[in-house]
């Protein structure tokens, strides 16, 4: 058990731990990059150049959802949990020579960056996202374009001062939300992109990431490419998005971010598959973050599927794909998306959002009344209410401490966490929340469950073993 604490402990208050460390005078990220990107990502608050050099290769990461800053304004991050934060998204548009932010994001990125910097964070401004996509491939499809496409991106840069770009671009290939641009020579072109960006003097300073999905870009044949490595020479990392595995499409109820599927019924994707797929096509353990969910999927399963006759909940159970369930407050109302296609509800909860559904107590716990179980292959945790019939996939501290060890087993470089923003503002002042509910459950389980360091200080890991050694 203490393991498990304390794996948790590395994976989520590791940038605690850096910031300790940063303190000492460290400096400041962009003088360690190097043009060919085996530079330090997440440098701010604590890694890299240091004199001692030692926190050079762990990333503390997180998404910021620039469109929710209203609500969750960047003054408001819970900063001194990372030491890289990537503020998502700007988006593509027809145009090659332009970026596009929308109103909320354009006011709150400067302020982002501000605050980054006060905290020695690294800033990453991420292009693209599940519906800011749709040009990418036209950017990157001529010599031309890369060109302007490099000039474009290099003037966002330096409009708002971040430290790095990512890239989600969702998908080269392979079409993403439905009505993307998309060609076969996706990936070679994304290639030829970065390796101009990172040729451009200022370019070579930047931190380069991109976001990916669990099986490598799709190159000219359609599949997968099996050699990806010449990526690996010009991004810093890459950020594995592994979750919305499972949700409202999938056939049954089933594991939004499972850690493993190799033991599970269908081989549908984990963390476990994705880092062997990206490893095993040539890119480097050690630039690879493991994206992490900080939310569930929620699916409307009646009690006849939910529960068996000794009550209790089962896992991968039908569910009722005609009604889904809303998720909290900030959840996506139906709508129409991008492309002029209708969407449901999102079915999204958050860690607060799950706590105000009565489905968790705020030290992360199923509420009373509802059923819990943990699946010892995704090694992830379902909760059910069997009133309102919504079962909810999502992660907790035990779930998170089993991917920190896993990171810290395949000398992975760290995680991206999705999403970052951990306070909101009540809607309702009638349904304000106590104090010590504002915080998510995330940020106060670890508050909760600081426990004390393992004797030995011994960690799995070469870079959470130096950590501890200099706390
Ligand atoms: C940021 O780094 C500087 C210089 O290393 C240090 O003086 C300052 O205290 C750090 N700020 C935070 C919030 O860690
Ligand atoms: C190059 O970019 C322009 C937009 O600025 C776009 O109209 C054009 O289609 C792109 N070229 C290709 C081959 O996609
Ligand atoms: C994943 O499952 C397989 C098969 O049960 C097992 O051998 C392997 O150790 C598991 N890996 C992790 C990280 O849980
Ligand atoms: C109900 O499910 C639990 C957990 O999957 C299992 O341990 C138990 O044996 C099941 N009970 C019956 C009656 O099938
Ligand atoms: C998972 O493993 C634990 C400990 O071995 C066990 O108590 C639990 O019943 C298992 N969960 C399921 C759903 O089988
Ligand atoms: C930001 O945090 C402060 C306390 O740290 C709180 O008073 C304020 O309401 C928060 N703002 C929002 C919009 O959540």
Not at 332 to 349: K, M, R, W
């Amino acid at each position: 058990m203490l393991s498990f604490l304390y794996s948790a402990l590395l994976a989520l208050a590791l940038p605690r731990i850096i910031l300790g460390q940063a303190k000492c005078g460290l400096v400041p990220p962009r003088d360690s990059t190097t043009p060919n990107a085996k530079s330090s990502t997440g440098t701010g608050s604590g890694s890299s150049s240091s004199s001692d050099g030692d926190f050079a290769d762990v990333l503390a990461n997180g998404w910021y959802p620039g469109w929710l800053a209203d609500d969750n304004p960047p003054s408001n991050i819970s900063w001194s949990k990372y030491n890289t934060l990537t503020f998502a998204f700007a988006t593509t548009t027809s145009d090659v020579n332009v970026v596009a932010l929308d109103s909320i994001s354009e006011q709150a990125l400067p302020q982002f960056v501000t605050e980054a910097q006060a905290h020695n964070v690294s800033a990453i401004l991420s292009i693209g996202g599940w519906s800011g996509s749709m040009y990418f491939s036209n950017a990157m499809a001529t010599s031309q374009n890369r060109t302007a496409f490099v000039a474009t991106v290099l003037d966002l840069v330096e409009k708002y001062d971040v430290d790095g770009i990512e890239f989600d671009w969702e998908y080269p290939g392979k079409q993403g939300i439905g009505c993307n641009t998309v060609s076969s020579s996706d990936s070679e072109n994304f290639l030829s992109f970065l390796q101009e960006l990172r040729q451009d003097p200022k370019g070579a300073q930047l931190i380069l990431a991109a976001a990916v999905s669990i099986t490598p870009w799709i190159g000219s044949s359609g599949e997968p490419m099996s050699d990806v490595s010449v990526f690996a020479e010009v991004l810093d990392h890459i950020s594995i998005m592994n979750y919305d595995i499972w949700g409202s499409w999938s056939p049954t109820v089933g594991p939004n971010a499972p850690l493993n599927d190799s033991c599970a019924p269908t081989q549908d994707g984990s963390a476990v598959s994705a880092v062997k797929a990206w490893t095993s096509a040539g890119f480097p353990a050690d630039q690879i973050s493991l994206g992490l969910a900080a939310y569930g999927h929620s699916f409307d399963v009646s009690n006849s599927n939910a529960l068996n006759s000794s009550k209790a909940l089962q896992l991968y159970p039908a569910f009722n794909a005609g009604d889904q369930p809303h998720g909290d407050s900030q959840d996506a109302q139906a709508g129409t998306d991008e492309c002029g296609n209708s969407t449901p509800v999102g079915g999204i909860f958050n860690f607060w959002g799950l706590v105000d559904g009565g489905f968790l107590t705020t030290a992360g716990t199923a509420a009373s009344g509802i059923d819990y179980t943990f699946d010892n292959c995704s090694q992830t945790p379902f909760v059910y209410n069997p009133t309102s019939d919504v079962m909810v996939s999502f992660d907790d501290a035990t779930s998170f401490a089993a991917k920190g060890e896993f990171i810290n087993s395949m000398g992975l470089k760290g995680f991206s966490m999705k999403n970052t923003y951990l306070m909101r503002k009540p809607r309702n002042p009638l349904r304000r929340p106590t104090p010590n509910q504002r915080p998510n459950v995330l940020e106060q389980n670890f508050q909760n469950q600081r426990t004390p360091k393992p004797s030995n200080g011994k960690a799995n890991d070469k870079s959470y073993g130096k950590l501890l050694k200099n706390p």
